[in-house]
């Protein structure tokens, strides 16, 4: 009896084990993955990204990149994220070979395609479908290939813009160590703001310690805090949008105009629109808006000031 016991769990361990390299060995990946060829960010000169809707054309000229059909500037830091997405592209699992693109919205109507030129050859064609529910990968396809496979990340996210997206916002830069001087004209009136050196007197020990200050037209010391919260709104200032279909000329008699004065001059004007504002800043081309949040300090600030 006791032999026959232990012949019978020697063959439960036998047909355990057979059963467990049976399944492994069903289970092991039995796929090789398409190499593709590796590709630097600096190879990359054209990038074209087709949608449903249209296409969106991004070209490298010099060392900026330029969007669309009026080459108009683009955010580098987004150009950089497609850059970075086009040569890290690596597959990592094959999820399909059913060619059931819809189910990971690789069909032509929500699929977005990207393909990365040098010169006129095509460095890199790939489609992007949906984001795993993860979202720590992507379902793609990769050219003269039907299968679906897995990148990593949410790539869709930096593909999956507006030309319009991809612009450079930058509005205006201001270099505060150099601004010496401050005009604010609304109407036929104007404030103007000028910045000094004074003593400083908050510490008797230090005899000789100067500070700066801003005054207004009447000689008036202007509050710290004021000017601070007046540069603060205007210093690194980004549009939210570009004014369509129209150009700076097409703007006159500003409702309140800024200009800055020291090394450099700059200005800013702003044109009442309903509710609303529109920008012109000579640093930049184009009109445009701002935020709703930063023209509303900015009024704030001027009514402040002026």
């Known amino acids: 009896m006791k032999i026959s016991k232990e012949y019978i769990i020697l063959l439960t361990i036998i047909a355990a084990?057979?059963?467990?390299?049976?399944?492994s060995k069903v289970n092991q990946t039995n796929y090789s993955l398409p190499e593709l060829e590796k590709i630097q960010v600096s190879d990359v000169d054209r990038i074209e990204i087709k949608k449903d809707k249209g296409s969106i054309i991004l070209v490298k000229k010099d060392e900026f990149w330029f969007v669309g059909k009026e080459k108009y500037k683009s955010d580098s830091s987004l150009v950089s994220k497609l850059l970075k997405n086009i040569s890290d592209f690596k597959l990592t699992t094959l999820i399909s070979s059913?060619?059931?693109?819809?189910?990971?919205?690789?069909?032509?109507?929500?699929?977005?395609?990207?393909?990365?030129?040098?010169?006129?050859?095509?460095?890199?064609?790939?489609?992007?479908?949906?984001?795993?529910?993860?979202?720590?990968?992507?379902?793609?396809?990769?050219?003269?290939?039907?299968?679906?496979?897995?990148?990593?990340?949410?790539?869709?996210?930096?593909?999956d813009k507006k030309s319009d997206d991809f612009r450079d916002?930058?509005?205006l830069t201001l270099n505060m160590n150099g601004i010496k001087k401050?005009?604010?004209?609304?109407?036929?009136?104007?404030?103007?703001?000028?910045?000094?050196?004074?003593?400083?007197?908050?510490?008797?020990?230090?005899?000789?310690?100067?500070?700066?200050?801003?005054?207004?037209?009447?000689?008036?010391?202007?509050?710290?805090?004021?000017?601070?919260?007046?540069?603060?709104e205007l210093k690194l200032l980004k549009c939210s949008e570009?004014?369509?279909d129209k150009a700076k000329k097409d703007f006159s008699n500003p409702?309140?105009?800024?200009?800055?004065?020291?090394?450099?001059?700059?200005?800013?004007?702003?044109?009442?629109?309903?509710?609303?504002?529109?920008?012109?800043?000579?640093?930049?081309?184009?009109?445009?808006k701002i935020s709703s949040w930063t023209k509303d300090q900015i009024l704030k600030n001027i009514k402040k000031l002026k």
């Open 182 to 232: 401050v005009e604010i004209l609304y109407g036929t009136k104007k404030s103007v703001l000028a910045k000094s050196v004074v003593k400083d007197t908050t510490d008797p020990k230090k005899k000789d310690a100067t500070v700066e200050v801003w005054k207004d037209t009447k000689n008036k010391e202007i509050k710290k805090a004021y000017m601070d919260s007046f540069f603060s």
């Open 242 to 244: 570009y004014i369509k």
């Open 98 to 159: 059913n060619e059931d693109f819809g189910r990971y919205e690789l069909d032509e109507k929500k699929r977005i395609e990207v393909i990365a030129y040098r010169n006129d050859k095509i460095l890199r064609s790939f489609q992007i479908g949906k984001t795993a529910s993860s979202y720590s990968h992507t379902f793609v396809k990769v050219a003269k290939n039907s299968s679906v496979y897995h990148v990593e990340g949410n790539i869709r996210y930096d593909f």
């Open 169 to 171: 916002k930058l509005a």
């Open 255 to 288: 409702d309140y105009s800024i200009r800055f004065y020291g090394k450099d001059e700059n200005h800013l004007k702003m044109y009442k629109s309903g509710d609303d504002y529109i920008f012109d800043s000579s640093q930049n081309d184009y009109p445009f």
């Open 17 to 23: 084990l057979s059963l467990y390299l049976l399944f």
